[in-house]
């Protein structure tokens, strides 16, 4: 599967913005699709995850309450609603995909897009 990740931009703290991750190649619906960030200096952290029914949701603590994942399998595409966002959610987030289940263990996810910025200003 080949992931195509954007959304990303500049905005204010308090604001909100939406990543979408495209996702080509067959069977999309068998794949839990998650979103990394990263920093620079730091690792690539877990933000969240779907699985692939989009029956169940995970999210990092850091996150919980104010993003939002969801899927449309028809659509081969997931979202990521970010509400209220903080300067420290400032970073580049990936979407990424793992066959099956999911992990906030990034060795587990196999398929990777490129990044999209995300900046937030105070």
């Known amino acids: 599967v080949q992931l195509q990740a954007s959304g990303g931009g500049l905005v204010q703290a308090g604001g909100s913005l939406r990543l979408s991750c495209a996702a080509s190649g067959q069977s999309f619906s068998g794949y839990a699709i998650g979103w990394f960030r990263q920093t620079p200096g730091k690792e690539r952290e877990f933000a969240a995850s779907?699985?692939?029914?989009?029956?169940?949701?995970f999210y990092a603590d850091s996150i919980k309450g104010r993003f939002t994942i969801s899927r449309d399998n028809a659509k081969n595409t997931v979202h990521l609603q970010m509400n209220n966002l903080k300067p420290e959610d400032t970073a580049l987030y990936y979407c990424?995909?793992?066959?099956?289940?999911?992990?906030?263990?990034?060795?587990?996810?196999?398929?990777w897009g490129q990044g999209t910025q995300v900046t937030v200003s105070s």
């Open positions: 990424t995909a793992a066959w099956g289940g999911w992990s906030p263990d990034m060795s587990v996810w196999r398929y």
């Open positions: 779907i699985t692939g029914g989009g029956g169940s949701t």
